[in-house]
C-alpha cells in the first residue's frame, strides 16, 4: 500500500479544506520556511478546469431507541450516510459553477449549487433540512388521526419534535446601469409539540399537538445606479398556510378544543435609495404594506349572522434614514431615524368577541392593536491617538400601542465604548451602557385588565434603568498562545414595580486559549459560565404584596480539542474533542413554600476523528462520536394525578425527562481534485 510523506503545515492545511476532513493535496512540497508564496497564484481562477473535494461517510447510530440524541448526532437510532462536498468549475466560456454540501443526508444537512458568470449573473438554489426533538417520553391517551384527537382505553407513548425542510432559488442580474434580482424560499414543517385545552370547571389537558405548515416568500426588486448614488425599488411577499386549522375532540359530535394559526398573507412595496457626497454617505427607505387573514371561522357560535370569516387587514408602514459623516481623517458621525406604524384595520371593531373569566365572572373582549415606533440614533467615532479609540452614541425609542394597560412608552440610552491596542500582545475593547425607560400612566379602563392585580407591572411596560458592562480581551503572551476573553454585566433595576419583576441579573465570561504545544500537536482549551438572578413580588389577593419569590438560571460548558500530526510521514491525521455542558434553574418563596425545586441538565459529549491519505487525492478515515445526555425537571407529575400527587383535574404529558447515553461511528471516504 502506498504512504505519502507530508509536511505539517500541509496537515494543517487539510484539517480545514473541507466539512468530512478531505485532504487537499494540490498544494506540493509545503515547507513553511522555504516556501515562494507567489507560485501559490490561483492558476485555474481564469482558465476551464474542475477543482474541489466530495466525502462520503456511513455508519451507525446507537443510542437505545431515543431520538432526542439526533438533537446533538444529527442521525436518528440506526443506519447513518451522509456526503460533504465543496467543488467548482470554470467553462471555457468562463461560466463558473460551484456546489456545497454539508451532512447532506443527515438530519441537520444541507446542499447548494450556483452557476455565475462573474460581473453579469448567477443562479443559485439551495436545501436546508432541521430537526430538534423536545421529548420522546410524552405520554397521553390521546392520539392524532389527521385534525381529531381519538381518546385510547390506555396511556400512548407519543415524541415531541419538528422537523423542516426549506428550499430557495436566487437568480442575480447585474448590469452597467440596471440590476435585478428574485429570491423564492419555501419552508415546510412537520411534527408534533405540547400544548393544551380547557372544558372550563377549572379542568386542563395537555395533548400531543401535530403541526403541518408551509410558508412560501417572495423578495424581488430593481436597482440603478451612477457613480455616487443608488436607487432600488422592490417587492416583499409570503403565503403561510396550515393544514391543520382546527383540532377536534373525536366524539359523537367532535368537539372543537382549539383553533391553530390561521393562513395568511403579507406583502410589501419599498423604494431606498443611497447617495455619497465628497465625506458624507445617506441612506433612506420607504415602504408600505398588507398583511391580511382571511380563513373560516372554526366555530360560528357568537359570531354576528352572516359573518364566515373575520377577513383581517393590517396595514403597515416604514421609513428610515440614516447618515455617516468624516469629519476627519480621526472622527466619524454616524445617525438614524426609523419609523414603523402598524395600522389594524380589521372590521372586527364592528363586533365583540367575548370570553367569560371563570375567576371573577368578569367579561373580557378582544380588539385590534395599533402600533407605532419611532426610533432614534446618533454615535460617534474618535482615534485618540494611534491605539486609542473612543466611541459613544445616544438612542431614543418612543413606542405607542392602543388597548394595553399603557399606551406609550419610551426607552433611552447612552453607552460609551472604548478600544486600547497600542500594546503589541494586546487588544483591548470596553463598553459601558445606561438606559432608562418610562412613559404614559398605567391605566385600567381595559377590561381585560379588571381580570387581574391592578399593581401588576409586566416586565415588558414597566419603568426600567438598565446598567451594562462589557469587556473583551485578546491576548499572545507567546508566539504559541492566543488568548480571549469577555466578561459582561446587566443589572435591569424595576423600582417602581409592586407586583411583578423587581430586578434582574444578568452576568457571566466566555474564554477560551490556543496552545501550540509543539510542531506536532495543537490544543484548544474554552469555556463559559452565566447567571441569571431574578426577585419578583407578588399576592394571593388581588391587592399589595404578601409574598417574593427568587429565581435563578446557571449556564456553564467547558471543552477542549487537540489535533495530532505526529504520524504525519504516514500521511494520518488525529483530532479529538471533549465538550461538557450544564444548565440548572430553581425557585425559591417566601411564607413558608420554600424551594420548589429545580431543573437540571447535563451533556457530555466526545468526538476521535482518524484519516489516512491512501494517494495524493484519496483519504479514508473513522470518526467516532459519544453523547451522555440527562435533564430533570422537578414540574413533571404524572399524566393522571391525584389529591396529594400533582395538581387537581390536570393532565399532563408525564414525565418529559431524558437520560440516554448515544454512539454514533462512521467511515468515511474524500477524494480531491
Same mark, same amino acid.
Given at each position: ?504 441579573? =444578568? *452576568? ?5 486559549? $490556543? ?6 500537536? @495543537? +490544543? &484548544?482549551?474554552? /469555556? ?104 430533570? =425537571? *422537578? ?5 393522571? $394525578? ?6 387537581? @383535574? +390536570? &393532565?399532563?404529558? /408525564? ?19
Amino acid at each position: 500500500m502506498m504512504k505519502t510523506k507530508l509536511s505539517i503545515i500541509a496537515l494543517l492545511i487539510m484539517s480545514v479544506n473541507v466539512p468530512a476532513q478531505a485532504f487537499d493535496f494540490g498544494v506540493s512540497a509545503a515547507n513553511g520556511s522555504n516556501t515562494d508564496t507567489s507560485k501559490w497564484s490561483c492558476k485555474k481562477c481564469n482558465s476551464a478546469g474542475m477543482s474541489g473535494a466530495i466525502g462520503i461517510s456511513v455508519g451507525s447510530s446507537v443510542s437505545d431507541d431515543d431520538q432526542h440524541s439526533a438533537n446533538a448526532l444529527g442521525y436518528e437510532d440506526g443506519f447513518a450516510a451522509a456526503v460533504d462536498a465543496n467543488a467548482a468549475s470554470v467553462s471555457d466560456s468562463g461560466i463558473r459553477t460551484a456546489f456545497y454540501a454539508k451532512e447532506l443526508g443527515s438530519k441537520r444537512g444541507d446542499a447548494s449549487i450556483a452557476i455565475r458568470q462573474p460581473g453579469l449573473w448567477s443562479v443559485a438554489a439551495g436545501y436546508d433540512a432541521k430537526y430538534h426533538v423536545d421529548s420522546t417520553s410524552a405520554v397521553s391517551n390521546l392520539v392524532i388521526d389527521g385534525n381529531q384527537l381519538v381518546a385510547n382505553d390506555s396511556l400512548v407513548t407519543q415524541e415531541l419534535n419538528l422537523e423542516r425542510d426549506r428550499f430557495n432559488i436566487d437568480v442575480k442580474y447585474r448590469g452597467d446601469i440596471f440590476s435585478g434580482f428574485i429570491k423564492i424560499s419555501n419552508e415546510e414543517k412537520q411534527g408534533t409539540q405540547a400544548s393544551s385545552y380547557s372544558l372550563g370547571l377549572y379542568s386542563a389537558t395537555n395533548f400531543v399537538k401535530p403541526v403541518n405548515t408551509e410558508t412560501t416568500n417572495l423578495h424581488t426588486a430593481v436597482s440603478m445606479s451612477g457613480i455616487n448614488w443608488l436607487a432600488e425599488v422592490g417587492f416583499k411577499g409570503s403565503v403561510f398556510e396550515n393544514d391543520i386549522d382546527s383540532l377536534y375532540l373525536a366524539q359523537t359530535d367532535p368537539l372543537l378544543i382549539q383553533s391553530t394559526d390561521a393562513d395568511n398573507k403579507a406583502m410589501n412595496i419599498y423604494l431606498t435609495g443611497r447617495y455619497r457626497f465628497d465625506n458624507t454617505t445617506i441612506t433612506g427607505k420607504f415602504s408600505a404594506g398588507e398583511q391580511t387573514q382571511d380563513d373560516s371561522f372554526s366555530s360560528l357560535l357568537g359570531v354576528s349572522a352572516g359573518l364566515t370569516a373575520p377577513d383581517l387587514t393590517l396595514n403597515t408602514t416604514d421609513a428610515n434614514l440614516t447618515f455617516m459623516t468624516r469629519i476627519n481623517r480621526k472622527a466619524t458621525v454616524k445617525g438614524s431615524i426609523v419609523y414603523s406604524d402598524r395600522d389594524n384595520d380589521s372590521p372586527v371593531y364592528e363586533f365583540d368577541q367575548y370570553q367569560a373569566d371563570e375567576l371573577t365572572d368578569l367579561i373580557a373582549y378582544t380588539s385590534g392593536i395599533d402600533r407605532t415606533n419611532t426610533t432614534v440614533k446618533l454615535s460617534s467615532d474618535y482615534r485618540v491617538m494611534a491605539g486609542h479609540k473612543l466611541s459613544g452614541g445616544l438612542t431614543y425609542q418612543d413606542a405607542e400601542q392602543t388597548a394595553i394597560s399603557r399606551e406609550e412608552k419610551d426607552e433611552t440610552e447612552i453607552w460609551l465604548k472604548y478600544r486600547y491596542d497600542s500594546l503589541e500582545m494586546w487588544d483591548m475593547r470596553f463598553k459601558a451602557s445606561y438606559a432608562t425607560r418610562d412613559g404614559a400612566e398605567f391605566t385600567t379602563y381595559i377590561t381585560s385588565d379588571y381580570l387581574q392585580n391592578e399593581f401588576m407591572r409586566k416586565y415588558n411596560f414597566a419603568d426600567r434603568e438598565r446598567t451594562e458592562f462589557v469587556v473583551d480581551m485578546t491576548h499572545t503572551p507567546l508566539d504559541y498562545l492566543n488568548i480571549d476573553f469577555r466578561g459582561y454585566y446587566a443589572l435591569d433595576d424595576y423600582s417602581d414595580t409592586d407586583i411583578g419583576l423587581t430586578e434582574s441579573t =444578568d *452576568y457571566g465570561y466566555d474564554a477560551s486559549a $490556543n496552545l501550540l504545544i509543539s510542531d506536532i500537536m @495543537n +490544543l &484548544t482549551v474554552y /469555556g463559559g459560565y452565566q447567571w441569571i438572578d431574578n426577585d419578583q413580588l407578588g399576592s394571593s389577593s388581588l391587592s399589595y404584596a404578601d409574598w417574593a419569590a427568587e429565581n435563578s438560571d446557571e449556564f456553564g460548558f467547558v471543552g477542549i480539542s487537540g489535533q495530532y500530526t505526529g504520524f504525519a510521514d504516514l500521511g494520518i491525521l488525529l483530532t479529538a474533542e471533549y465538550c461538557f455542558s450544564y444548565s440548572e434553574g430553581d425557585t425559591a418563596v417566601s411564607g413558608g413554600i420554600g424551594n420548589l425545586g429545580d431543573y437540571k441538565s447535563e451533556e457530555h459529549s466526545f468526538e476521535l476523528k482518524a484519516t489516512y491519505a491512501l494517494t495524493q487525492t484519496s483519504t479514508v478515515g473513522l470518526k467516532y462520536q459519544y453523547t451522555d445526555y440527562q435533564d430533570s =425537571d *422537578y414540574a413533571d407529575i404524572p399524566a393522571v $394525578n391525584y389529591a396529594g400527587d400533582g395538581v387537581t @383535574n +390536570l &393532565t399532563t404529558l /408525564g414525565y418529559l425527562s431524558q437520560d440516554y447515553d448515544a454512539h454514533l461511528i462512521m467511515a468515511t471516504y474524500n477524494y480531491t481534485f
